[in-house]
Protein backbone atom coordinates (compact mmCIF):
# COMPACT_ATOMS: atom_id res chain seq x y z
CA UNK A 1 0.00 0.00 0.00
CA UNK A 2 0.93 3.50 -1.02
CA UNK A 3 0.25 6.67 1.11
CA UNK A 4 -1.03 9.52 -0.93
CA UNK A 5 -2.59 11.71 2.45
CA UNK A 6 -5.78 11.91 0.49
CA UNK A 7 -8.79 11.41 2.69
CA UNK A 8 -10.73 10.22 -0.25
CA UNK A 9 -8.75 7.32 -0.77
CA UNK A 10 -9.32 3.82 0.13
CA UNK A 11 -7.22 0.92 0.36
CA UNK A 12 -8.68 -2.39 0.92
CA UNK A 13 -6.40 -5.23 3.47
CA UNK A 14 -7.63 -8.08 3.03
CA UNK A 15 -10.00 -9.76 0.63
CA UNK A 16 -12.83 -7.60 -1.42
CA UNK A 17 -13.81 -5.75 -3.98
CA UNK A 18 -15.66 -2.04 -4.25
CA UNK A 19 -19.10 -1.99 -5.83
CA UNK A 20 -19.37 0.56 -8.21
CA UNK A 21 -21.69 1.20 -10.82
CA UNK A 22 -21.34 2.98 -14.35
CA UNK A 23 -24.50 5.93 -13.89
CA UNK A 24 -24.67 5.91 -18.05
CA UNK A 25 -25.57 1.89 -18.53
CA UNK A 26 -26.34 1.00 -14.97
CA UNK A 27 -23.68 -1.44 -15.06
CA UNK A 28 -21.77 -2.92 -11.54
CA UNK A 29 -18.23 -3.50 -11.67
CA UNK A 30 -15.86 -4.45 -8.79
CA UNK A 31 -12.72 -2.97 -8.27
CA UNK A 32 -9.60 -2.94 -5.43
CA UNK A 33 -9.18 0.67 -6.55
CA UNK A 34 -9.97 3.05 -4.45
CA UNK A 35 -8.66 6.59 -5.38
CA UNK A 36 -12.63 8.37 -4.82
CA UNK A 37 -13.76 11.88 -5.25
CA UNK A 38 -16.65 13.51 -4.89
CA UNK A 39 -18.78 13.93 -8.23
CA UNK A 40 -21.23 17.36 -8.43
CA UNK A 41 -23.79 15.96 -7.11
CA UNK A 42 -22.16 14.90 -3.98
CA UNK A 43 -21.92 11.23 -4.64
CA UNK A 44 -18.69 9.09 -3.69
CA UNK A 45 -17.35 8.27 -7.19
CA UNK A 46 -14.52 6.60 -8.77
CA UNK A 47 -11.66 8.50 -10.71
CA UNK A 48 -13.23 7.90 -13.94
CA UNK A 49 -16.83 8.72 -12.39
CA UNK A 50 -18.47 5.73 -11.50
CA UNK A 51 -20.74 5.88 -8.20
CA UNK A 52 -19.47 3.90 -5.64
CA UNK A 53 -22.25 2.21 -4.21
CA UNK A 54 -23.02 1.33 -0.41
CA UNK A 55 -23.91 -2.05 1.52
CA UNK A 56 -27.69 -1.18 0.57
CA UNK A 57 -26.81 -0.97 -3.62
CA UNK A 58 -27.29 2.81 -3.51
CA UNK A 59 -24.68 5.55 -4.18
CA UNK A 60 -23.21 7.14 -1.43
CA UNK A 61 -24.30 10.63 -0.87
CA UNK A 62 -21.74 12.87 1.23
CA UNK A 63 -22.20 16.44 2.07
CA UNK A 64 -18.45 17.81 2.42
CA UNK A 65 -19.85 20.95 4.01
CA UNK A 66 -20.14 18.74 6.82
CA UNK A 67 -16.69 18.12 7.65
CA UNK A 68 -13.95 15.22 6.13
CA UNK A 69 -14.81 12.04 5.38
CA UNK A 70 -13.61 9.34 7.95
CA UNK A 71 -13.20 5.38 7.58
CA UNK A 72 -14.52 3.85 11.02
CA UNK A 73 -13.13 0.35 11.97
CA UNK A 74 -16.34 -1.05 11.26
CA UNK A 75 -16.02 -0.36 7.19
CA UNK A 76 -18.35 2.22 7.38
CA UNK A 77 -17.61 5.76 6.47
CA UNK A 78 -18.91 9.07 8.12
CA UNK A 79 -19.30 12.91 7.66
CA UNK A 80 -19.83 15.02 10.60
CA UNK A 81 -23.04 14.81 12.08
CA UNK A 82 -24.46 12.66 9.19
CA UNK A 83 -25.19 9.39 10.25
CA UNK A 84 -22.33 6.41 8.82
CA UNK A 85 -22.73 4.65 5.39
CA UNK A 86 -21.50 0.87 5.07
CA UNK A 87 -19.55 0.73 2.24
CA UNK A 88 -20.27 -1.61 -0.62
CA UNK A 89 -17.82 -4.18 0.25
CA UNK A 90 -18.35 -7.96 -1.58
CA UNK A 91 -16.69 -10.89 -2.10
CA UNK A 92 -16.23 -14.28 -3.92
CA UNK A 93 -15.88 -17.82 -2.98
CA UNK A 94 -13.52 -17.84 -6.08
CA UNK A 95 -12.26 -14.26 -7.28
CA UNK A 96 -10.66 -16.22 -10.05
CA UNK A 97 -13.95 -16.54 -12.11
CA UNK A 98 -14.32 -12.44 -12.38
CA UNK A 99 -13.63 -11.24 -15.89
CA UNK A 100 -11.64 -8.44 -16.49
CA UNK A 101 -12.93 -5.29 -18.01
CA UNK A 102 -10.60 -3.05 -18.22
CA UNK A 103 -9.10 -0.04 -16.06
CA UNK A 104 -9.03 -2.01 -12.80
CA UNK A 105 -12.68 -3.07 -12.94
CA UNK A 106 -14.23 -6.48 -12.80
CA UNK A 107 -17.59 -8.17 -14.13
CA UNK A 108 -18.97 -11.54 -12.98
CA UNK A 109 -22.09 -13.79 -12.92
CA UNK A 110 -21.39 -15.66 -9.48
CA UNK A 111 -22.99 -14.35 -6.37
CA UNK A 112 -21.57 -11.87 -4.22
CA UNK A 113 -20.47 -12.47 -0.84
CA UNK A 114 -19.25 -10.76 2.52
CA UNK A 115 -16.09 -9.88 2.63
CA UNK A 116 -14.37 -11.39 5.93
CA UNK A 117 -14.23 -10.20 9.29
CA UNK A 118 -10.59 -9.35 9.01
CA UNK A 119 -11.18 -7.36 5.84
CA UNK A 120 -9.96 -3.35 6.85
CA UNK A 121 -10.40 -0.07 4.94
CA UNK A 122 -7.19 1.78 5.18
CA UNK A 123 -7.94 5.58 4.57
CA UNK A 124 -5.14 7.94 2.93
CA UNK A 125 -3.02 4.93 1.11
CA UNK A 126 -3.96 2.93 -2.31
CA UNK A 127 -3.37 -0.60 -3.22
CA UNK A 128 -0.18 -0.81 -5.64
CA UNK A 129 0.22 -3.48 -7.87
CA UNK A 130 1.50 -6.93 -6.78
CA UNK A 131 3.62 -7.53 -9.26
CA UNK A 132 7.43 -6.95 -9.49
CA UNK A 133 8.09 -5.78 -13.30
CA UNK A 134 11.89 -6.96 -13.26
CA UNK A 135 11.13 -10.35 -12.34
CA UNK A 136 8.16 -10.98 -14.78
CA UNK A 137 10.41 -9.69 -17.65
CA UNK A 138 12.83 -11.64 -16.62
CA UNK A 139 11.00 -14.37 -16.42
CA UNK A 140 9.53 -13.66 -20.07
CA UNK A 141 12.89 -13.75 -21.01
CA UNK A 142 13.92 -16.90 -19.89
CA UNK A 143 10.83 -18.55 -21.46
CA UNK A 144 11.42 -16.81 -25.12
CA UNK A 145 14.71 -18.00 -24.94
CA UNK A 146 13.93 -22.03 -24.05
CA UNK A 147 10.86 -21.22 -26.81
CA UNK A 148 14.23 -20.41 -28.79
CA UNK A 149 16.56 -23.26 -27.97
CA UNK A 150 13.61 -25.92 -28.91
CA UNK A 151 12.82 -24.23 -31.86
CA UNK A 152 16.46 -24.74 -32.84
CA UNK A 153 16.48 -28.30 -31.94
CA UNK A 154 13.19 -29.16 -34.06
CA UNK A 155 15.10 -27.27 -37.59
CA UNK A 156 18.09 -29.14 -36.71
CA UNK A 157 16.23 -32.44 -36.65
CA UNK A 158 13.94 -31.23 -39.53
CA UNK A 159 17.17 -30.67 -41.77
CA UNK A 160 18.69 -33.43 -40.44
CA UNK A 161 15.63 -35.87 -42.06
CA UNK A 162 15.59 -33.66 -44.65
CA UNK A 163 19.24 -34.46 -45.82
CA UNK A 164 18.64 -38.36 -44.86
CA UNK A 165 15.79 -38.34 -47.41
CA UNK A 166 17.71 -37.17 -49.98
CA UNK A 167 20.87 -39.60 -49.87
CA UNK A 168 18.96 -42.47 -48.96
CA UNK A 169 18.22 -43.24 -52.77
CA UNK A 170 21.43 -42.75 -53.87
CA UNK A 171 22.73 -45.69 -51.16
CA UNK A 172 20.35 -48.15 -52.50
CA UNK A 173 21.70 -47.72 -56.37
Keep these: ?93 NPQQLRYAGGGYFTTNIAEQDVADGTQLVQGMLEQSNVNPVIELTAMIETSRAYQASQKMIDFDHDLQRKMAERLPALRA
Design 1 to 93: MQETGNPMDLAIHGDGFFKVEDPNTGNIFYTRNGRFKMDPDGQLATSRGDLVLGADGQPIVVDPALGALVVNDDRTLSVGDQPPVALGLVGFG
